[in-house]
């Protein structure tokens, strides 16, 4: 985690290294400093799919579900305008559609 905030701070916009650093809060159980770097990995680079999809994740678990399916429309709106085939999957996600769905329960965790 160290490197990886060294790295941040020779260069705050390194999407690689601001993916790893928030997936490191995810694998940690620092889900709220996870949602907070995945927020500023979408600032940079708004195209950066998986962000999406697992800060999505981090949310769900936080129980803030409303910010999780905001989060996941967006993700479908950037892979759907990106043409990005390695996770258009995230628009067929079974997983995900339940909480984009406007007709959707409330919560579904894990």
């Known amino acids: 985690m160290e490197i990886l905030k060294s790295l941040l701070a020779q260069n705050p916009r390194d999407s690689f290294a601001r993916y790893g650093l928030a997936m490191e809060h995810v694998i940690n159980g620092d889900l ?6 995945f927020g500023i ?11 999406y999809f697992h800060g999505g994740q981090a949310l769900e678990k ?7 399916r905001e989060m996941y429309r ?5 892979t759907s305008r ?14 995900i559609s339940p909480l984009v769905s406007n007709h959707a329960p409330a919560c579904r965790t894990h």
Not at 74 to 78: A, F, H, P, V
Not at 82 to 95: A, E, L, P, W, Y
């Open 74 to 78: 967006k993700g479908i709106e950037t």
């Open 82 to 95: 990106t043409g990005d085939d390695h996770t258009k999957s995230f628009n067929r996600s079974r997983r």
């Open 62 to 68: 936080l129980g803030r579900i409303e910010d999780a």
């Open 41 to 51: 990995l979408l600032e940079y680079n708004p195209d950066y799919a998986a962000a």
């Open 32 to 37: 709220e400093e996870a949602v907070t770097e």
